[in-house]
């Protein structure tokens, strides 16, 4: 069964930074996308950025570009966001997820990693 660990999640003062990383159980090139998404208390969960693991890719939502920075490592089976500037409407459960089937939804998520921006 495919499993996703994040880690690199914890408390920064805004302005900071942090680099979250999920590895996966098997080959990244075994999914087709994978993407990091993330759930602030009180609000539905929302995609932040994604990549195709086989052309690299890359989506944003407006909110992260210029800010954010998602990439990964085949050779790792890891991904990796890098989190720049970060501001407390950043302050959220990050999950990474994967997608194992062309065209179908993200069928495999990781436990989440606590991302809290506060002075």
């Known amino acids: 069964q495919a499993q996703l660990v994040e880690s690199g999640g914890g408390l920064v003062q805004p302005g900071g930074s942090l680099k979250l990383s999920c590895v996966a159980s098997g080959p990244t090139l075994n999914y087709y996308n994978m993407a990091w998404f993330r759930q602030a208390p009180g609000k539905e969960r929302e995609g932040v950025s994604s990549?195709?693991?086989?052309?690299?890719?890359?989506y944003y939502i407006d909110s992260v570009k210029g800010r954010f920075t998602i990439s990964i490592d085949n050779a790792k089976n890891t991904l990796y966001l890098q989190m720049n500037s970060l501001q407390p409407e950043d302050t959220a459960v990050y999950y990474c997820?994967?997608?194992?089937?062309?065209?179908?939804?993200?069928?495999?998520w990781g436990q989440g990693a606590q991302v809290t921006v506060s002075s």
């Open positions: 990549i195709n693991t086989s052309n690299l890719s890359t």
């Open positions: 997820a994967a997608v194992t089937v062309a065209g179908e939804d993200f069928d495999v």
